[in-house]
């Protein structure tokens, strides 16, 4: 009689034996799947740590490019009618001429009465607004203030000039009434030397000029 069991134990394990090479090659491709996984992974990982750097270099050098401003210096030529701007602060002069019967400010420096002038002494006024365009606070002195009559160099009448010192915060202007005392006949020229700018600021009239017909 044939052996049923042995033909069966012989098929069965011939069966498991045709089985064996298929797992065994399956076991590579499932390695190179988690393989390619994992390298996908990484390079994700890599790329978002790329994106966050350059987010913060351009924020860091945008963030130093806005804060840090560097203070101007050296001597600024303005004229009467035009507003001048030096360093955060804007300076307009309105009015710069000679006169024989000067006006008085609402708020003078001195309480002292004014002096008479000499009879070849002329007065010289200055009107002017003074405007802070910082952050910071400005002092805005008149005895910062001078004026250049011809070849000299004229103080502030205190008692015809004013409002007293003060300091401006952001966006906070100051007009002020300026006098001095000098020779008579000559082209003024106002000359503002502040404690917080590093030069000298002059401020006059600009030169007419003439037209010839012919």
Known sequence: MPDFGRNLERETGGAAERRR?????????????????ALVLVAGILWCVGCSKGDDTSTSGSTSSTTSVGRQSGDVQGQVGKALTVGLVQITLNALEATLNPSLPSQRMSDQPPVAPGATDSFYQAF????????????????????????????????????????????????????????????????????????????????????TST
Do not use: Q
Not at 143 to 165: A, H, K, M, Q, Y
Not at 170 to 180: E, I, K, P, V
Not at 185 to 199: A, I, K, S, T
């Open 128 to 211: 002017l607004r003074i405007e802070n365009l910082g952050d910071t606070p400005v002092r805005v002195d008149g005895n910062d203030f001078s004026c250049l009559v011809g070849n000299s160099i004229c103080v502030i009448d205190v008692t015809r000039s004013g409002p007293e010192p003060r300091s401006l915060l952001r966006h906070a202007s100051l007009d002020m009434l300026l006098t001095f005392k000098g020779p008579a006949g000559y082209e003024p020229v106002l000359v503002y030397r502040p404690p917080w700018y590093d030069g000298v600021i002059r401020m006059s009239r600009p030169a007419e000029t003439t037209t």
């Open 21 to 37: 090479p298929g797992l065994r090659m399956g076991r590579p491709g499932s390695r190179g799947i988690w393989l390619i996984l």
